[in-house]
């Protein structure tokens, strides 16, 4: 069982959630092994959350509330990340989000995309199998992917591509002969107001042959067969891989991943809890070593300095995170393709890479600016400082601070560069949060911290 100490606590917490606060570090440290906070936190049960408005049963129509309504929906995610604590359901129903595509554009009705995030968020542990079945009827996905223009004389054969080459088994591992024949299998079902619904007028009647197999098969059928093939049980893995640990997965740990996965029906819990107790997952090589999201950039931000749901005005605040990631090329509802978002050196461009200091500065320079149009219930720098116990400190409160906002440590001249940073023309004598000045030294710390390469990575 891997050591339960600081630098394993914040790398677990980085990769599990988005970003956290020291209130949340002090949480998983309470606990006295990783296995018994994974249990009990990261992978714990909770209530799903208020949905974001009553219109989310509204049978959907063409009106001018839609663009609107997806602002609502993606600030109460925001609202839903930041507010996670230590539970990390928020940022598995990403990973679902962006394994399983749709996007606003083409699904068009935000009710029928709060339908799919919602599967994803009471599915982020569940049962593979299940939610590969309940995905493939999704309105979302049945409008996104053509599900539900298809019939049993002109199948269309989106989805079942997708759902293998880039959902279940990847390239290699099935025939064009496979896929056309799982499209005669997924006929039948459109789209009726909020519903998915079945039309057997429309569904291929007919024997199917996928993998060699044949029988009057169905959707359900489908995702079973492919299932059976033991090259599923490693693409998801893969996917978890890459996504938690390292963007180039090792693959004789992937293959003892996707065992516990098939010993376990598909349930995506254990395999889960393999993963994040496991000495490969604490490798000191993973360390720091996976680029930011843009959500976590932004909400992480946000958490370091100990900021809550309830302090976000969405009119202002979450409409300037929303810019933000925008800029950054991660708006949530809204991935660029069916592949979804790549990841890891994709989200750095010369481009990403100022904006992401302009974000830092900004949020920093609102700091006890009274006259800030967003975050004004932030704290003033010198109030912040002074939640650190070290705050009186110069040296201290610098490696304390790198300590929340850095995964692992800087070298002797960036630290020293630091302290300066923070000193200003004073001498590390005469330091004080009560000093003249001191507001300012502070912001000028917390800048150049967010502005180091380092802060870039989980």
């Keep these: ?39 009990k936190e990261l992978l714990a049960n909770r209530p799903l959350p208020v949905p974001p408005g009553d219109w989310i049963t509204e049978t959907p129509t063409n009106n001018s509330l839609e663009g609107d309504r997806y602002r609502t929906m993606t600030y109460w995610w925001y609202d839903l990340m930041l507010g996670e604590g230590t539970n990390m359901r928020e940022k598995m129903t990403l990973f679902w989000h962006n394994h399983f ?89 459109q789209v009726t107001g909020l519903n998915s619904v079945f039309n057997q007028s429309r569904f291929a009647n007919i024997n199917k042959t996928i993998f060699g197999k044949t029988g009057n098969y169905k959707y359900g059928d489908v995702i079973d067969l492919i299932l059976e093939k033991p090259e599923a049980a490693e693409f998801v893995c893969r996917k978890l891989f890459k996504e938690f640990v390292f963007y180039k997965p090792n693959e004789t740990f992937v293959k003892q991943m996707a065992d516990i996965f098939r010993k376990n029906n598909y349930e995506i819990k254990p395999v889960l809890r393999f993963l994040l107790t496991s000495d490969e997952f ?78 830092s500065d900004y949020i920093v320079n609102t700091m006890g600016n009274t006259r800030a149009t967003q975050f004004k219930l932030i704290n003033n720098p010198v109030n912040y400082a002074r939640t650190y116990k070290t705050s009186e400190d110069a040296v201290k409160l610098v ?26 023309s004073t001498i590390l004598a005469n330091w004080s949060t009560s000093t003249p000045g ?11 911290i967010m502005r180091l390469p380092e802060f870039q990575l989980a």
């Excluded at 990847?170 to 896929?179: C, K, L, M």
Aim: proline share 4%.
């Design 1 to 39: 069982m891997p050591a339960w100490d600081v630098l394993n606590a914040k790398h677990l917490l980085s990769r599990c959630l988005f970003g956290y606060s020291r209130k949340d570090l002090e949480k998983a440290l309470s606990y006295s092994t990783v296995a018994e906070f994974v249990d």
């Design 101 to 189: 595509v749709s996007e606003r554009d083409k699904v068009g009705y935000p009710q029928h995309m709060y339908i799919q995030n919602n599967l994803f968020r009471r599915s982020a542990w569940g049962n593979f199998r299940q939610l590969t079945k309940d995905v493939t009827i999704d309105p979302a996905m049945l409008i996104y992917l053509d599900g539900r223009l298809s019939n049993g004389t002109t199948p269309n054969e989106n989805y079942a591509r997708e759902v293998m080459e880039l959902f279940t088994i990847g390239i290699g591992n099935y025939t064009e002969t496979d896929i056309k024949q799982a499209a005669l299998a997924f006929t039948g079902w």
């Design 282 to 359: 604490f490798g000191a090589q993973y360390r720091g070593a996976k680029i930011k999201n843009p959500m976590e950039t932004t909400i992480g931000i946000l958490k370091a300095f100990d900021l809550t749901p309830t302090q976000m005005t969405p009119t202002a605040d979450w409409a300037y995170i929303y810019s933000q990631t925008q800029a950054l090329q991660q708006q949530l509802f809204y991935p660029p393709n069916v592949q979804g978002w790549v990841g890891q050196r994709d989200w750095i461009s010369s481009t990403t890479f100022v904006t992401r200091g302009s974000l």
């Design 399 to 424: 490696d304390d601070m790198v300590t929340v906002f850095l995964q692992f440590p800087i070298s002797a001249a960036k630290r020293q560069t630091l302290i300066s940073t923070l000193l200003g």
């Design 438 to 448: 001191a507001e300012n030294q502070i912001k000028a710390l917390l800048k150049a």
